[in-house]
C-alpha cells in the first residue's frame, strides 16, 4: 500500500485498515487471538507546499551569519552553487552532495494554498533560521548556532501563503525541516 499526496493543496488522510491473520499484541499488551480482525489506521494532514531554495556557501571568517551579518548577506546574493524545487523541505545531515558539509547558507521560498482554519508552522532546524509568513517574521530567535530545535508557530491560515526560511549550516549535524498541521 502506498499513499501519494497531491502536490498542490492540503489533504486530511484518515486510512482504516483491518489486519486478520496470526495473533497480535498491541502496544498495551492486549491480545488479539488468530483469525480475530484488529483495527488499525493513519491520520495525517498534508499541506503541499511548493518550494524554490538556492544553497550558498559562506566564508565563517568574513561571512559568519550571527557575527558579520553584512558579510553574510552578500553572500547569500552570489550565484548558488545548488538550486532545487521540491514539495517537502526536509533534510537532515545534509541537502546535496552538491552542497558541503558545512559553512553554507540556505534561502527557501514557499508557496501553498490552504482551507481557512487554525494550524501550526513547524520549523525544525540545526544550526541557525529565521522565517516570515506573507512578508511577517514568525520565527526571529532561532538565529543561532544550536542542536535541532523545534519552533512552533500558531497561525490562523486560509487561501494562498508564502513562507521564507533562512537557514545557515556552521559545523556539525545539519537539519531542516519546514510543515504544516494542524492545531
Avoid: C
Avoid at 496470526?22 to 511548493?50: K, M
Avoid at 552538491?98 to 482551507?115: L, N, R, S
Amino acid at each position: 500500500l502506498s499513499v501519494k499526496f497531491p502536490a498542490t493543496g492540503a489533504v486530511d488522510l484518515d486510512l482504516k485498515l483491518e489486519y486478520t491473520g496470526a495473533e497480535t499484541v498491541d502496544e498495551r499488551g492486549i491480545v488479539t487471538p488468530a483469525g480475530q480482525a484488529v483495527p488499525f489506521g493513519l491520520r495525517e494532514f498534508h499541506a503541499a507546499i511548493s518550494w524554490k531554495v538556492a544553497y550558498h556557501p559562506f566564508d565563517p571568517k568574513t561571512e559568519n551569519p550571527r557575527l558579520k551579518p553584512d558579510g553574510f548577506a552578500k553572500a547569500m546574493l552570489r550565484p548558488a552553487v545548488f538550486e532545487e524545487s521540491t514539495s517537502d523541505l526536509f533534510w537532515a545531515g545534509r541537502p546535496s552532495t552538491k552542497v558541503g558539509p558545512e559553512y553554507y547558507g540556505d534561502v527557501a521560498i514557499g508557496k501553498f494554498t490552504i482551507p481557512p482554519g487554525e494550524y501550526v508552522i513547524e520549523i525544525t532546524s540545526d544550526d541557525g533560521v529565521r522565517a516570515w509568513l506573507d512578508d511577517k517574521p514568525i520565527v526571529t530567535t532561532g538565529w543561532v548556532h544550536q542542536y535541532p530545535t523545534k519552533y512552533s508557530v500558531p497561525a490562523h491560515l486560509g487561501g494562498k501563503h508564502a513562507l521564507r526560511v533562512e537557514h545557515f549550516q556552521e559545523d556539525g549535524y545539519a537539519t531542516l525541516r519546514v510543515k504544516i498541521v494542524r492545531a
